[in-house]
Nanobody
Framework: QVQLVESGGGLVQAGGSLRLSCAAS????????MGWFRQAPGKEREFVAA????????SYADSVKGRFTISRDNAKNTVYLQMISLKPEDTAVYYC???????????????????WGQGTQVTVSS
């Protein structure tokens, strides 16, 4: 198994920026495709961004495309989510997740993800 720990959340004004980090345990991080999901109060979890094991392929939800960037550093066992031009509707708990189904480059479906962090709160004020 792998353990994931998110950090970097906080309170920011609309138009501001934050960078989230997700640190993974173990020595096999490069075998995991990674993703970010978020859940706002009273709403279901939704996909935000995903990245392949190599970092060469990425995918984004339409709501964040052009504003968020997912990246990874396999040498540091860390995946990042750079968020700019934040909006109040971005307010949510952000979760990092991973899976190691080797035949699937990346996935926007949370069902594929086997390991989840405990989340970090992002609050964007208007």
């Amino acid at each position: 198994q792998v353990q994931l720990v998110e950090s970097g959340g906080g309170l920011v004004q609309a138009g501001g920026s934050l960078r989230l980090s997700c640190a993974a345990s173990g020595r096999t991080f490069s075998q995991y495709a990674m993703g970010w999901f978020r859940q706002a109060p009273g709403k279901e979890r939704e996909f935000v961004a995903a990245i392949s094991r190599s970092g060469r392929s990425t995918s984004y939800a339409d709501s964040v495309k052009g504003r968020f960037t997912i990246s990874r550093d396999n040498a540091k066992n860390t995946v990042y989510l750079q968020m700019i031009s934040l909006k109040p509707e971005d307010t949510a708990v952000y979760y990092c997740a991973g899976y190691r189904r080797l035949g699937i480059v990346l996935s926007t479906d949370g069902h594929f993800y086997d390991y989840w962090g405990q989340g970090t709160q992002v609050t964007v004020s208007s």
